[in-house]
Structures are given as structure tokens and as C-alpha cells.
């Protein structure tokens, strides 16, 4: 039986057996034939599945969305239409996500920006007081 060990494709694609191994049980990629003594034997083909996977999760693509996005890269039947609405789907809770950080940091901001730093004991510092208050106020 030719292919790859397990070894070989998480060496090749720069990731651990065990992320291998997790991406197989997730779904990401194919499980592969084995061997008569039970080793894996991968196509080549799963290295660039797998480095798809990552380039996917370097821009914010969850493995739940990634296995959307593995599917309709092996489907004929997928178009780049849907595939710019997944995309443009992505932007906006990326978007969503910088706007609530960007909120985080303005609240975080404020309240160091109330705290003398040295010299005053913790339950008078308003970092402290406003986080046990239950209640962080804006301004």
C-alpha cells in the first residue's frame, strides 16, 4: 500500500501527529486506508488539506467553518457565490469582534485611568471597586 505515515504529513505540513490526528477525528480530512498492522497510509493530497486548514485558521476561520470551507473546496457543486457570502458572513463578526474590543479597551482604559497606580490599598483601587461592583459604567 503506498503513502504517507502519519509522521511524514504532520512533518510535511508542519503541524504535530496529534494535530493530525484531531483534524481525522474532526472530520477535516479523510480517514485514510490502513495498513494489514493498522498504520495510517495518507494521500499527498491530505498536506495541502492540511495547510489549507491552517492558512484558514490564520484568518479567523473556526475548525467548524473550516470543515464547511474543506467540503465545498472538494464539491463541484459549491459556488464562489456561496463561498463570498461565508467570507463576507466572517467579516462582519470579525468586524463585530474589533468594535466590542475596541469597546473593552475604552471601558479598561477609563478605569486605569481612575487608578492612582502605588500607594493605595486594593479596596480603594477603582479597578477593584468598579469589577465588584458587577457594573462597569462607560466615561
Same mark, same amino acid.
Given at each position: 500500500?503506498?503513502? $504517507?505515515?502519519?509522521? &511524514?504529513? +504532520?512533518? !510535511?505540513?508542519?503541524?504535530?501527529?496529534?494535530?493530525?490526528?484531531?483534524?481525522?477525528?474532526?472530520?477535516? =480530512? /479523510?480517514?485514510?486506508?490502513?495498513?494489514?498492522?493498522?498504520?495510517?497510509? @495518507?494521500?499527498?493530497?491530505? =498536506? &495541502?488539506?492540511? &495547510?489549507?486548514?491552517?492558512?484558514?485558521?490564520?484568518?479567523? @476561520?473556526?475548525?467548524?467553518?473550516?470543515?464547511?470551507?474543506?467540503?465545498?473546496?472538494?464539491?463541484?457543486? @459549491?459556488?464562489?457565490?456561496?463561498?463570498?457570502?461565508? !467570507?463576507?458572513?466572517?467579516?462582519?463578526?470579525?468586524?463585530?469582534? =474589533?468594535?466590542?474590543?475596541?469597546?473593552?479597551?475604552? $471601558?479598561?482604559?477609563?478605569? +486605569?485611568?481612575?487608578?492612582?497606580?502605588?500607594?493605595?490599598?486594593?479596596? &480603594?483601587?477603582? =479597578?477593584?471597586?468598579?469589577? /465588584?461592583?458587577?457594573?462597569?459604567?462607560?466615561?
Amino acid at each position: 500500500m503506498n503513502g $504517507l505515515t502519519i509522521s &511524514q504529513i +504532520a512533518k !510535511a505540513s508542519n503541524v504535530n501527529i496529534e494535530t493530525v490526528r484531531y483534524y481525522e477525528k474532526r472530520g477535516l =480530512i /479523510s480517514e485514510p486506508p490502513r495498513t494489514e498492522s493498522g498504520y495510517r497510509m @495518507f494521500s499527498e493530497e491530505v =498536506i &495541502q488539506d492540511i &495547510q489549507f486548514i491552517k492558512r484558514a485558521q490564520d484568518i479567523g @476561520f473556526t475548525l467548524e467553518e473550516i470543515k464547511t470551507l474543506v467540503i465545498a473546496s472538494h464539491n463541484e457543486d @459549491f459556488h464562489s457565490e456561496e463561498i463570498y457570502e461565508f !467570507a463576507m458572513n466572517k467579516i462582519h463578526e470579525i468586524e463585530k469582534k =474589533i468594535h466590542d474590543f475596541n469597546h473593552m479597551k475604552s $471601558l479598561l482604559g477609563d478605569l +486605569a485611568a481612575k487608578c492612582p497606580g502605588s500607594g493605595v490599598p486594593k479596596d &480603594q483601587c477603582p =479597578i477593584i471597586t468598579n469589577l /465588584s461592583k458587577g457594573k462597569i459604567e462607560d466615561g
